[in-house]
């Protein structure tokens, strides 16, 4: 029998940060449940553990935003020009179930569609999962009834969708599991959870970040590469993650994520490109040909030109401003006094493509709500920006009830959702702002003040510098291998709490 003095020692847990004892609106917020927990607290002994809560408050939010839908449920969605657009209830996800061909039980991509649309315009994994809701969607009753289920089915689809994605947020950042409910009580987030199918990239692109926090590059790649076959955003993290391998000499780690997921898009997309290579451009070709559209900044230049901007200048310009924007991240990330973390980075990445694009769709901001939790997960600027959000989802949808109600002109004028659309970007400025002060003053980051590096970069978390611009980088900096210990100006340490899910 070993003794006591060869036995290893038992792994100590690390130590959950409690939002109630550092952020003064979760302070505030817990007192509706009894205030924030107590020093003396017996916890790690409760089923209740923090991922689990997340979970539950995430699918209970989603279920509000269906009851939200509800109008557009019983028949607004089939009765009436701009009824959808007052109740604030469209979704995408029952008109399509008829116009593009699922009720009829047209194969997507392979079969080609009457009316203008002739093919689906949906990357392939998104088709292949609108294509199994509608396998799972009665084919009985009138077309209304099929399309209810059509948009029921999905809706538990991406119910599905949504779990993962407020476990995969809570368990990224092993000590912070609380941050999750940022995302799981995010308005905006529940408002437009099924207008379409994004939800599917997003929980891919969650549970990718949460595999490269726990350094598996492969894993990492092949979700990522999953997540683009369903959407496109999600191949723009590619970019902050080579800077930052870059300046921490991980060469062999970033490879092997960009080979996963370019493997991981070659088998999804390569065998409908090679038997209905019409049908699979479809997505690339509209993406380009199409117009400027809604809330982008590009309609408000539009609206208000006698010579708005061609299709091909927006596209030029557009693709040059995110080229720009991945320059400017890169000089960021070898000149910061520290290395940045990489969700900040990926927010920055993807709210730029947003800002630039010429079509800000409201399910967009599903893209960003991970990655803000995340990035900057501190209530009073999230909650700043999902008011300018909530804002827009508004916004949008009044002015459409304005341009559809004919003389009554119910909703929002032109005008008034211009102001809308410069509400949603100030909003997303303003979270970029913060962060990128994050970057520069390490000490004012959240996530650093509690006494961790970057726990959501796996080899990068706590690793020394290999390449960096030294013009900015100052002794107090210096990374966990390179110092003893680094004093972020953090709080005490916090008492243990139990492990999670």
Not at 3 to 20: I, N, Q
Not at 62 to 85: I, N, R
Not at 130 to 145: D, F, K, N, Y
Request: overall charge neutral; some cysteine; proline content about 6%.
């Amino acid at each position: 029998m070993p003794s006591a003095e060869t036995t290893p020692a038992r792994v100590r847990e690390p130590e959950t940060v409690r939002p109630t004892r550092e952020d003064e609106i979760a302070a505030a917020g817990s007192e509706l449940i009894g205030g924030p927990l107590g020093r003396r607290a017996l916890t790690g002994t409760s089923w209740w553990t923090p991922v689990r809560v997340v979970a539950l408050v995430a699918i209970g939010m989603f279920a509000l935003g269906l009851v939200q839908k509800a109008p557009c449920y019983e028949g607004a969605w089939f009765f009436g020009a701009s009824s959808q657009y007052t109740h604030a209830c469209y979704s995408d996800i029952p008109h399509l179930y008829q116009g593009r061909g699922f009720a009829d039980g047209l194969v997507p991509y392979f079969d080609k569609l009457p009316g203008d649309m002739d093919y689906l315009e949906y990357p392939v994994l998104t088709g292949v999962f609108m294509e199994v809701a509608s396998w799972l969607t009665p084919g009985s009753g009138s077309i209304q009834r099929q399309e209810q289920w059509y948009w029921f089915v999905n809706a538990g689809m991406l119910m599905v969708c949504a779990a993962v994605i407020a476990v995969c947020v809570s368990r990224t950042h092993r000590r912070r599991p609380w941050d999750g409910l940022l995302l799981a009580l995010a308005p905006a987030f529940a408002l437009t959870a099924t207008i379409n199918w994004d939800l599917l990239a997003v929980a891919l692109t969650a549970a990718a970040m949460l595999m490269w926090s726990r350094g598996r590059a492969v894993a990492f790649g092949v979700l990522l590469g999953l997540a683009t076959a369903a959407k496109l955003y999600p191949l723009v993290l590619l970019g902050p993650l080579l800077v930052l391998c870059w300046r921490a000499g991980k060469w062999r780690e970033f490879f092997l994520a960009a080979g996963g997921a370019a493997g991981a898009w070659l088998v999804v997309n390569v065998p409908v490109m090679l038997f209905a290579f019409q049908g699979w451009s479809k997505f690339y070709t509209f993406s380009h040909d199409r117009g400027v559209d809604f809330g982008s900044f590009w309609l408000i230049w539009s609206q208000n030109s006698s010579n708005p901007p061609s299709i091909d200048f927006v596209n030029t310009t557009a693709s040059a401003l995110v080229v720009l924007s991945f320059l400017g991240i890169a000089a960021l990330t070898f000149t910061a006094p520290r290395r940045p973390r990489f969700a900040q980075l990926a927010f920055l990445m993807v709210a730029a493509f947003i800002l630039t694009n010429k079509v800000y769709s409201p399910q967009y901001v599903l893209w960003l709500v991970p990655l803000a939790v995340l990035a900057r997960p501190k209530w009073r600027d999230f909650l700043v920006w999902q008011a300018c959000e909530v804002a827009y989802f508004l916004g949008i949808w009044l002015y459409l009830a304005y341009t559809t109600s004919g003389d009554a002109h119910k909703g929002l004028p032109t005008e008034g959702y211009h102001w809308a659309i410069a509400l949603h970007l100030l909003g997303t400025l303003y979270l970029c702002a913060v962060i990128v002060r994050d970057i520069l003053r390490p000490e004012r980051d959240v996530v650093r003040r509690s006494g961790d590096d970057d726990p959501s970069g796996g080899v990068l978390d706590g690793a020394a510098d290999r390449f960096v611009l030294r013009g900015l980088r100052h002794a107090e900096y210096e990374s966990p291998e390179e110092t003893s210990r680094t004093d972020w100006g953090g709080p005490e340490p916090l008492p243990h709490e139990g492990r999670s899910l």
